[in-house]
């Protein structure tokens, strides 16, 4: 099959200066963007304990930890800004994300160190939901640097308990080991409750000489008073309780390694421990890529600062899809399905660092004459907006791609669904939840890229992160949006009776302007790309000039060591193109 992978079309064209200069104020825009984000992630590497704390007790933080682990400039941090339960930490105290250990791509999470040493706060167990789900999808490792102190007492309603809760995180860890994906710790500091079944159910321990994990620290040891409360020769108790345990904590490496072996490993330092999560990575199950390389991987034939000039700032001006994804993928090169049917979407075969990838996106701008066709010219089409062909292309696309084995990246900037009578007996409902059915079937890793809006039942249907089994993460833009449909249409939705009612009485229209004007504020507040970050309706915001190392990640883990795979020489896609 190399000569369809070998010959693809190139498209895309380079941008003149004149364009460019045209441009310069989109391009600030989105960069004063990328600036706040980048102020934010800041704010969170920074919270908690000074850096410098940490050192001074002779040990590494979270950060240090990553930065000397993973192959350099590998780590594709993910959930940095999350706080879904407005913390007053400002984070979910997990940092985590992909990333590659002595050549292979592993989804690396670790407790932060310097908040509140670790502990479980508010929003880790959905946290930690999103991280034993991407390495589900992918198949690929699980590595956890574990330094955990149990929960955050004073806050336990809402940490511990229910369906989702940070429990959970302990069957989801044996859930991977029954699909056979491994999950490697390193542990450091004291891990008593969950922190010690934090450090317990993983696949493979590996300990720092000075760790423990245990079923509860010398607090809990202390139990209950049997006076019913405290007083002065209870609290005498307590103390000598605590001194006990402190210099003795429960499940030290003199238990768990020399009496219970649950420790395969202990090292004398920080280093030493590193070091041995990067030779076991290199035992754990993986193709070599060559083996799915389609074509030798190659760089874009255009700049990715280009997409500064290219995507438009303004939600309500369009440019061209297409532009923008000759900036991301291999020679700027694409085989295009049906390019011309369903023209509001782009589907086509590309490639990432020479692996086959799947692309679906919605194009911008007016469509052709005459269409949607069955508007019968009652309304003409405009892109971003789904119609009957796109929604079959769509369809057609995502299952051919499943019998493939083909990963498929999705890109979003979409209005909805086109609505009205004609297009109900158009069938869109219909044909919406037939490719949310299709996706389901399909079961191949997908992600998506939120590069504009991300509207109504639109962003459910097209690889949102609604489809929990198949989307892997959901990546946003500094011009990313997420809401049910955009603010001003939602104020003319909500008020335009109440318009017509004070008209007909007569009365003064501007206080209803005015609450119209705080509804259309509101929905353009929260559904700001740093916003989407922080309730986690994105799962990370990137640059755009590192969108393609995220791509490139993505294609590579799903290659890595995927549930199934379809020989090339089987594959229909290319030769359906080529008809």
Not at 194 to 200: E, H, L, R, S, T
Not at 318 to 342: I, N, T, W
Not at 412 to 433: F, K, P, W
Not at 442 to 455: I, N, S, Y
């Amino acid at each position: 099959m190399h000569p369809y992978f070998q010959n693809m079309p190139a498209f895309g064209k380079a941008l003149s200066d004149k364009k460019k200069a045209k441009a310069e104020d989109n391009k600030a825009a989105i960069l004063e963007v990328e600036a706040k984000i980048a102020e934010e992630i800041e704010r969170v590497k920074n919270a908690g304990l000074p850096a410098e704390k940490i050192h001074s007790r002779g040990q590494l933080t979270i950060w240090d930890r990553i930065e000397k682990l993973v192959d350099p400039g590998t780590f594709r941090p993910l959930h940095i800004l999350y706080n879904p339960k407005n913390n007053v930490e400002g984070t979910t105290g997990v940092v985590d994300g992909l990333a590659k250990i002595d050549g292979k791509w592993c989804v690396l999470a670790g407790f932060d160190n310097k908040v509140m040493a670790g502990a479980w706060i508010a929003g880790q167990a959905e946290n930690q939901l999103r991280i034993t789900d991407l390495a589900k999808r992918l198949h690929i490792p699980l590595v956890w640097l574990v330094n955990c102190s149990g929960v955050k007492l004073t806050e336990q309603e809402e940490v511990y308990a229910d369906r989702r809760g940070n429990g959970t995180t302990f069957f989801r860890h044996a859930e991977l080991e029954k699909l056979g994906i491994p999950i490697l710790a390193g542990i450091w500091g004291t891990n008593p409750a969950g922190g010690g079944y934090q450090g317990i159910s993983p696949t493979y321990l590996i300990a720092h000489k000075d760790c423990n994990i245990a079923v509860g620290g010398g607090g809990i040891v202390g139990g209950m008073s049997p006076k019913g409360g405290f007083d002065v020769e209870g609290a005498e108790q307590l103390i000598e309780a605590t001194r006990h345990f402190k210099e003795v904590p429960p499940g030290s490496v003199g238990i768990h390694h020399d009496k219970t072996g649950f420790f395969k490993e202990v090292h004398d330092t920080e280093e030493g421990v590193l070091n041995s999560i990067r030779k076991h990575m290199a035992q754990m199950p993986a193709y070599d890529l060559d083996f799915f390389r389609v074509d030798e991987p190659k760089e874009p034939a255009f700049p990715a600062d280009d997409l500064y000039y290219l995507v438009n700032f303004n939600q309500k001006m369009s440019y061209d899809f297409d532009q923008c994804l000759a900036r991301l993928v291999d020679g700027s090169e694409h085989m295009e399905y049906k390019p011309g049917y369903g023209p509001e979407i782009y589907t086509g075969l590309v490639k990432m660092n020479g692996l086959a990838v799947g692309v679906i996106g919605n194009r911008q701008g007016f469509l052709p004459p005459g269409y949607p066709e069955y508007a019968n010219g009652e309304y003409m089409g405009i892109g971003g907006k789904l119609y009957r062909q796109g929604l079959i292309k769509m369809n057609e696309f995502v299952t051919l791609c499943g019998r493939d084995r083909v990963p498929i990246i999705w890109f979003q900037d979409t209005s909805g669904i086109d609505v009205g009578d004609i297009a109900e007996q158009a069938e869109l409902l219909g044909l919406g939840q037939s490719l949310i059915y299709s996706i389901e079937q399909t079961d191949v890793p997908m992600m998506l890229v939120l590069l504009r809006k991300g509207t109504a039942a639109a962003h459910y249907v097209m690889g949102g992160p609604t489809a929990n089994n198949n989307n892997s993460f959901t990546l946003g833009t500094a011009t990313s949006e997420i809401y049910v449909m955009h603010g001003e249409t939602a104020a003319a939705a909500s008020f335009s009776r109440r318009l017509v009612k004070e008209k007909d009485a007569g009365r003064d229209l501007q206080p209803v302007i005015d609450k119209m004007n705080d509804l259309a504020q509101m929905y353009y507040d929260k559904s700001r790309p740093w916003y989407c970050a922080f309730r986690g309706f994105v799962d990370e915001v990137v640059n755009y000039s590192d969108l393609r190392s995220y791509l490139t990640a993505f294609a590579e883990a799903s290659y890595q060591n995927p549930l199934s795979l379809c020989p090339h020489h089987h594959m229909m896609i290319p030769r359906i193109i080529k008809g």
